[in-house]
């Protein structure tokens, strides 16, 4: 990108010209990040790697924030209304406009959380394709931003809309042997459900994976762990990770 200066007066009454970031002037303060990042694919999706032997115990949502060091090794999830976690004064618009006040209220807010979990920015498979795949770039975005600016361990939430866009959505996790997928919404419906069993072996065929961890609400682990047979099959390690909503339906179970 070329470099831009601006003439201004000095103290000294001199006119001097001093360089201008131009990325700041035309919104591509991203370009910090991406510059630090492999692009992948046609598309150029950041890539991210994820390779830990440790893993969360707990997954706090992001309105739950006295949970976030509920345990030594909580992490943070993304798994609610994306309204909830991405609105005007989002993380996302902050990295965007470089919002040096809002990035300082993030840096805090997450300060003492060892884990996190990409946002799950939601994908349809009946919107258009060019919406569901900024939404993962904006999650790769906010991915880049948590690893850099607060070293934690970031785990690649698995998004996608059609199973016909897989190879898309799945661009930059090549390296990853650690990913996390969320069943909330997806087990009342068999469409649902058969899109998440393809999604889960899309993921198993095409990734160097070791692990899965889950985000599950059932009442029941073995419902939700159906859904990963096909993991389990090769050789995968899944595991559920406690939350909220499963600790109560499973009292609500007796178990």
Request: contains cysteine; aromatic residues 14%.
């Amino acid at each position: 990108m070329k470099k831009v200066t601006r003439k201004i007066q000095s103290y000294s009454g001199v006119a001097v010209r001093r360089n201008v970031y131009l990325p700041g002037l035309l919104n591509l303060n991203i370009v910090r990040l991406l510059n630090k990042a492999k692009l992948i694919g046609r598309f150029g999706l950041p890539q991210i790697q994820c390779d830990t032997l440790v893993y969360p115990d707990f997954l706090a949502v992001y309105k739950e924030r006295g949970l976030y060091t509920r345990t030594r090794m909580t992490g943070v999830c993304f798994y609610s209304f994306d309204k909830e976690f991405d609105g005007e004064n989002g993380l996302f618009n902050a990295i965007f406009y470089n919002n040096e006040k809002r990035l300082a209220y993030f840096k805090e807010r997450f300060k003492d959380v060892k884990f996190l979990v990409t946002p799950d920015y939601s994908v349809f498979g009946d919107i258009p394709f060019i919406e569901n795949l900024y939404r993962i770039f904006r999650a790769r975005i906010v991915a880049l931003w948590f690893i850099l600016e607060l070293k934690a361990v970031v785990i690649p939430n698995i998004s996608y809309g059609e199973a016909a866009d897989f190879p898309v959505y799945f661009t930059g996790l090549e390296n990853c042997s650690v990913v996390a997928f969320n069943t909330k919404g997806h087990m009342k419906y068999n469409r649902e459900r058969n899109l998440l069993k393809s999604a889960v072996k899309y993921a198993v065929d095409n990734l160097p994976l070791k692990t899965i961890l889950v985000y599950s609400v059932c009442g029941k682990d073995e419902t939700c762990l159906e859904i990963f047979n096909y993991a389990i099959e090769n050789g995968i390690q899944v595991r559920i990770v406690n939350n909220t909503l499963r600790e109560r339906n499973l009292l609500r179970r007796g178990a």
